[in-house]
């Protein structure tokens, strides 16, 4: 098995949702950009006529430091380097032929995740008294999820907005190790694996390729596009911050929600309502509708207009109906430590049971 092999993973899971085929990716950005509200009206319907999933619940993972410089974009003005954000995971649960499935979105198994080139080297310079005032492990993704009454076994589908820092090898085994979810596969774009196969310099210190050479294929299941994976649960292609970036898509009982990682808070997709210093001001100065969360500079006009796509496809808060339901799967929290990245709005979860 090489990462190579891994592109040629097999397809075969849902349905594919054809409403976003009408934006011409050939054309200006500008066009694209026009034509994917359009379409995104098309989406929507097309999802509420799929149904809902039967639960979605939301569990935190890790608290941890990161970048304001990546985090929100050129946009904050507070002179702390760090932001302090909050990795969730999502449980979405539906039936399916009398059958129970269970989807977990980014479940990020943080202890690996910190071999990633750029946080070991950011961990490496980091006092570990300072690490432990900033950091917070809330739980692990088996304890999440022995919380919620799940066996490791119901587990069907694992997938990630996108596969930055993210080392699989507990959750689906390699060649010589067993498997953590002995019996789910992790769903992926295609395009997510044919980058991890041949890195762009910009794209390295965010990977951990070798942990993916000896996976073993079966396990991966490749998505090309926009894929219903259950009743009102979909993977949507959201290019940009990876170029197989998708965005978790779900109907519950509040409406449409979008969950991903293009923005840290849901302000940033509504920038005039934020009271974070200098986001609002720098949003009317340059003419952005949207804030995006930025480490990876090499398509950024894709992941704007893939924000775009996630704001045009979720509903507003029913709390507060000036944000979108948009669930930042890295969500910006309120820490002492950074002043000046407090968020106006925070979403902290999703909470659906239907019936
Ligand atoms: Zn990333």
Known sequence: MT???LRDAGTGVGTRLDAFDAVDKDASYGMQLRQVREAAE??????????????????DLVTLPYPVRFGLWRAALTPSPYLSITNRMLVIRWVDAGRTRTLV????????GEYTPYFARMNAHTPARLQSRVVTRHATVLENLGGLGIAPEEVDY???????????RRWVGTSTTEAAFPNAKLLVQRKELEAMADLHPLQRQ???PDTYTDLIVDRLIALDGDVLIGPGVALVATPGHALGNQSLILHTSD??????????AAECLVPEHSRIPGVAKSARTWEREVVLNSNTPEALA???????????LADRSQRDSRFPQ???????????????TKPTFVQGSITHRSG
């Open 3 to 5: 990462l190579t092999d």
């Open 42 to 59: 098309v989406f929507r319907r097309d999802l509420l006529a799929t149904g809902a999933p039967s639960s979605v619940t939301t569990k």
């Open 105 to 112: 979105f980014e479940p990020s198994d943080h202890e690996r």
């Open 158 to 168: 694992l997938a990630f907005d996108h596969l930055h820092t993210q080392d699989v």
């Open 206 to 208: 965010w990977y951990q």
């Open 255 to 264: 409406g449409i929600w979008a969950v991903s990682e293009n923005a840290l």
């Open 302 to 312: 894709d992941q704007y207009n893939s924000l775009v796509k996630e704001k045009a």
């Open 326 to 340: 948009f669930l930042p799967s890295s969500e910006l929290t309120p820490s002492p430590y950074f002043p000046g």
